[in-house]
T-cell receptor
Framework: DQQVKQNSPSLSVQEGRISILNCDYT??????FLWYKKYPAEGPTFLIS?????DKNEDGRFTVFLNKSAKHLSLHIVPSQPGDSAVYFC????????????FGQGTELSVKP | NAGVTQTPKFQVLKTGQSMTLQCAQD?????MSWYRQDPGMGLRLIHY???????DQGEVPNGYNVSRSTTEDFPLRLLSAAPSQTSVYFC???????????????FGSGTRLTVV
């Protein structure tokens, strides 16, 4: 029972264009959402997050949008750069769940020059 | 400041063997977790801990044991390894509930385990 789902295993984008990575969740108790980035042979690193009381959070080239009614969030990268090529994981947590952070399957982004 | 240190980086086990994956952090973090990463499955939570002496099960706890006798260490034990446990294992820690940039999980670089 996958509570956090990333249905696109891979995405290829041209350098300079927008990358949109999507994530769906099923647990309505989730109240905080995070995106992590992972390069090969390294651990994931935190990228950006959003609280359920907001619908948008922006940090430089990265923006996360949250649609609570649809239980959907997305990560926008504008403009995309070759160094953005990595696996992106969506994750969710609930305040009442202690330290449990539930991840999606990941989307491999390839940004081509 | 070493962050989260996992040892070993690579390990090959025979079916039925036991071993312990080590995880240590030097950031005085209360929250620690173990994840496994498998193709198409993403990162799945095995066990987590909210402080010394306190552990709880995650999404896929079967076949794994943990203990948290100190704040710094959170070892993961495989009692009788099975081929289904072939995976990349990540340990992570956080100062508090892992929500947001100041409290998000810091991950180790992983242990690649193969069970034959």
């Amino acid at each position: 029972d996958q509570q956090v789902k990333q249905n696109s295993p891979s995405l290829s984008v041209q350098e300079g264009r927008i990358s949109i990575l999507n994530c769906d969740y099923t647990n309505s108790m989730f109240d905080y959402f995070l995106w992590y980035k992972k390069y090969p042979a390294e651990g994931p690193t935190f990228l950006i997050s959003i609280s359920s009381i907001k619908d948008k959070n922006e940090d430089g080239r990265f923006t996360v949008f949250l649609n609570k009614s649809a239980k959907h969030l997305s990560l926008h990268i504008v403009p995309s750069q070759p160094g953005d090529s990595a696996v992106y994981f969506c994750a969710a947590s609930a305040m009442g769940a202690g330290g449990k952070l539930i991840f999606g399957q990941g989307t491999e982004l390839s940004v081509k020059p | 400041n070493a962050g989260v240190t996992q040892t070993p980086k690579f390990q090959v086990l025979k079916t039925g063997q036991s071993m312990t994956l080590q995880c240590a952090q030097d950031m005085n973090h209360e929250y620690m977790s173990w994840y496994r990463q498998d193709p198409g499955m993403g990162l799945r939570l095995i066990h987590y801990s909210v402080g010394a002496g306190i552990t709880d099960q995650g999404e896929v706890p079967n076949g794994y044991n943990v203990s948290r006798s100190t704040t710094e260490d959170f070892p993961l034990r495989l009692l009788s390894a099975a081929p289904s446990q072939t995976s990349v294992y990540f340990c992570a820690s956080s100062y508090s509930i892992p929500l947001g940039p100041n409290y998000g999980y810091t991950f180790g670089s992983g242990t690649r385990l193969t069970v034959v």
